[in-house]
C-alpha cells in the first residue's frame, strides 16, 4: 500500500469517524441522563436525513405528521397525569408544549415546503421536525417507566427502535434518498482533496464536542443534568425536575442525529433502515468510552470509522464484522477491570 | 401560633406494613423541632413521606397551602427543604457547583447571597470549593449537605441524623450551626438519634416509636421526663430530672 492511499482511507476513516463521535456522545449524554441506551438514535439520523432529502425535493415529509401525532399522544398522558389537579397554568403549558410547538413546525413545514426553498430553511425545518419527535418520544416510551431498571429501559428502547423504523420505510418507502450537498466547494491539500461537506463534518463534530463541554461544565442547566445522572435523589431535592433533565437529554439526542443525517446524506444513499448500523457504530465508540467518557468516546469513534475504512479496502465483505469485533475485545477487558456490581436501585 | 408545616393523621407504608401510624405534628416560624427515637422508629421514614419522596397518606399543609398534589420539585419550590441521612450530594461534582444546584429554584441575584450566607456559616467549604464532593469528610460531606439545602433559601429545614458517624467535635459545631439558623429565620424539624443534643437546641420534641408519637411536648419537659430520660438520655435514676 502506498502513503497516497493510506491518507486517502485515513481521511475517509476520520470523516465517518467525527460522524460516529456525535452519535457517540449523544448516546453517552443520554445514557448519563436517563439510563435509557438509545437504539433509536439511528432513527433519528434517518429521520433528518431523509426529511431533508424529501424536503429538497419539495416533498412534505411524513415525518412532520408523526411530530405532530406524537404530541397528541404526548397531551394526553400530561392530563392524564395531571388529572387530580387540573390548575390552569398546567393545561396552558401542556397545550404550548404538545399541541402548539408540533402544529406550528408542521404549519411551518407545509407552508415553506417547495422546489425552491433554500437549503438553510430544509435543513431548519428537518432539525425541528425530528427535534420534537425526539422530545414526545422521551415523554411518551421513557418518561412513564423513568424509575425502572436499564434492562426495561433497553427493550423499551428496541420497541421504539422496530417502531420509528417501520414508520420510516411509510414515510419515506423503500428506495434510498440522496441530498443536495451543503455546499461545493472543495480545497486539495497534496493529494488529499477535501470537499466542503467533509469540512462541515469536521467543523460541527468539534463545535459539538466544545458546545457540550461548555453546557456542561458552565451552564447552571448542564450542571442540573449532570446532578441528575450522579444523584437522581439528590437532584429532586434541590429541586430539579427529573423529567425535564430526561427531555433536554432527548432533545440534544435526537438534534444530534438529525445534524449527523444531514450531513451524510449529500455523500451516501441512506435508507429508511441504514441509521440503525450507523447508529451501532456510535455505540461501539460510546462502549469504549464506558458509556461515561466524552473524550474517550470521540477518539474511539475515530478509531471505528478507521478501522472500518481500512477494512472496507482489505477485505470489503467482513467490513462490519471487523468494526463489531472491536466491541469484544473492550467487554472483556472492561468485564475484567471492573468487579461486577448489582445496579444499584434508586 | 401559625403553623408553618402542619401534619395530621399520617400514615406511611411500605407494601402491607406500616412504618408510621396515625402521627401529627406542626412546626411554627422560627422555631426548632425534633423528633427524636430508637433506630427503625419510622422517623426517616416520616421526613420523607413528608418531603413526597415516599408517599403519605394523611394531610400535609406548608405555608398553608395544601402539600398533597405537590412533587417533591414543588415542595422544594414552596421553601421545603430535607437534607436526607445519606446526604445524597453530587459526588464527582466539585463543592461549588454542588451549592450552586442548591440554588437551582431561586433567581441568580439570590443565589450569590445565598453563597456568602453559606460560606459564613461553613467556612470549611469555601476553603474546599473546587474539591469533589465526594472525596470530603464525612464532617464536611454534612456541612455541604446542610449548604446545599439552605442555599435554595428554605422556610423550613427537615435534617435527617446530621450527627450520625460524625466526631463529637463535629458534632457539637453542626448543632451550634443548626441553632444559628433560627436567627437567620429559618424554622428547623430535626431527626436525632443523638437526643441528648437536640433536646438541647430544640424547642419542642415529639418522641416516636414503632411508628407512633408516645410523648410531645417543650424540650425542657420532654428532656426530665423520666421514661425519655432512662431510653434515650442514658439515665437509669430519678436523677434525670436535674438536667
Redesign the interface.
Known amino acids: 500500500m502506498n502513503t497516497t492511499i493510506m491518507l486517502f482511507l485515513l481521511q475517509d476513516g476520520i470523516t465517518n469517524g467525527a460522524i460516529y463521535a456525535l452519535l457517540g456522545l449523544a448516546l453517552v449524554l443520554v445514557f448519563a441522563v436517563t439510563r435509557v441506551i438509545l437504539i433509536p438514535q439511528g432513527e433519528f439520523v434517518t429521520f433528518g436525513a431523509l426529511s431533508y432529502a424529501m424536503l429538497a425535493t419539495g416533498q412534505v415529509p411524513g415525518t412532520a405528521k408523526l411530530a405532530m401525532a406524537m404530541g397528541v399522544v404526548a397531551f394526553g398522558l400530561d392530563l392524564f397525569e395531571a388529572r387530580?389537579?387540573l390548575r390552569p397554568r398546567r393545561v396552558a403549558r401542556a397545550v404550548a408544549l404538545n399541541i402548539a410547538l408540533p402544529a406550528a413546525i408542521m404549519a411551518l413545514t407545509y407552508g415553506l415546503a417547495g422546489p425552491k426553498t433554500p437549503i438553510a430553511v430544509n435543513i431548519a425545518l428537518s432539525l425541528l421536525i425530528v427535534a420534537a419527535i425526539g422530545l414526545f418520544l422521551y415523554r411518551i416510551a421513557f418518561q412513564p417507566i423513568a424509575h425502572t431498571s436499564v434492562l426495561v429501559l433497553l427493550i423499551a428502547s428496541v420497541g421504539c427502535h422496530l417502531a420509528l423504523q417501520g414508520l420510516g420505510l411509510v414515510f419515506f418507502g423503500a428506495e434510498g434518498l440522496r441530498g443536495p450537498a451543503l455546499s461545493n466547494t472543495a480545497l486539495t491539500i497534496g493529494p488529499l482533496r477535501f470537499t466542503g461537506q467533509s469540512l462541515a463534518v469536521y467543523g460541527l463534530t468539534v463545535a459539538f464536542i466544545v458546545a457540550l463541554w461548555l453546557f456542561f461544565g458552565f451552564t447552571?442547566m448542564g450542571?442540573?443534568l449532570?446532578?441528575t445522572a450522579?444523584?437522581r435523589?439528590?437532584?429532586?431535592?434541590?429541586?430539579?425536575?427529573t423529567t425535564l433533565s430526561g427531555q433536554i437529554a432527548f432533545l440534544l439526542a435526537s438534534i444530534i442525529g438529525a445534524i449527523s443525517g444531514i450531513l451524510i446524506v449529500p455523500i451516501t444513499t441512506l435508507y429508511y433502515d441504514t441509521g440503525f448500523l450507523i447508529g451501532l457504530k456510535g455505540f461501539i465508540a460510546a462502549i469504549i468510552g464506558g458509556l461515561v467518557s466524552y473524550p474517550l468516546t470521540a477518539v474511539a469513534a475515530l478509531l471505528v470509522g478507521s478501522v472500518e475504512a481500512f477494512s472496507s479496502f482489505y477485505a470489503s465483505n467482513f467490513k462490519e464484522v471487523i468494526v463489531f469485533t472491536l466491541i469484544l475485545p473492550v467487554l472483556v477487558l472492561r468485564s475484567l477491570a471492573a468487579p461486577a456490581v448489582e445496579e444499584e436501585k434508586d | 401560633m401559625s403553623a408553618l408545616l402542619s401534619v395530621s393523621d399520617a400514615h406511611v407504608s411500605y407494601g402491607k406494613v406500616e412504618a408510621v401510624r396515625s402521627v401529627s405534628l406542626e412546626v411554627a416560624d422560627d422555631e426548632i423541632v425534633t423528633i427524636i427515637g430508637a433506630n427503625g422508629a419510622g422517623k426517616t421514614t416520616l421526613l420523607n413521606a413528608i418531603m413526597g419522596v415516599l408517599p403519605l397518606k394523611g394531610a400535609t399543609a406548608f405555608a398553608g397551602t395544601d402539600m398533597t398534589p405537590l412533587d417533591i420539585e414543588d415542595r422544594v419550590a414552596a421553601g421545603l427543604c430535607l437534607v436526607p441521612e445519606h446526604r445524597e450530594l453530587f459526588g464527582t461534582m466539585n463543592v461549588e457547583d454542588n451549592l450552586q444546584l442548591g440554588a437551582f429554584r431561586i433567581p441568580k441575584a439570590t443565589a450569590a447571597r445565598s453563597f456568602e450566607r453559606v460560606y459564613t456559616l461553613f467556612p470549611r467549604l469555601k476553603e474546599r470549593r473546587k474539591q469533589l464532593a465526594g472525596t470530603l469528610s464525612g464532617g464536611e460531606q454534612q456541612m455541604l449537605a446542610m449548604g446545599r439545602a439552605l442555599m435554595g433559601a428554605p422556610k423550613l429545614l427537615m435534617l435527617d441524623e446530621p450527627s450520625l458517624g460524625l466526631a463529637p467535635i463535629i458534632v457539637a459545631d453542626i448543632f451550634r450551626t443548626i441553632g444559628e439558623l433560627r436567627a437567620a429565620g429559618v424554622s428547623v424539624l430535626l431527626v436525632e438519634q443523638n437526643a441528648q443534643a437536640a433536646l438541647k437546641i430544640a424547642d419542642r420534641a415529639y418522641v416516636m416509636e414503632l411508628g407512633e408519637f408516645i410523648l410531645s411536648g417543650s424540650a425542657k419537659d420532654i428532656a426530665s421526663n423520666q421514661r425519655v430520660a432512662a431510653s434515650y438520655l442514658g439515665f437509669q435514676h430519678e436523677g434525670a430530672s436535674g438536667i
Open positions: 387530580r389537579s447552571l450542571k442540573a449532570r446532578a450522579v444523584n435523589l439528590g437532584a429532586r431535592l434541590v429541586g430539579i425536575r
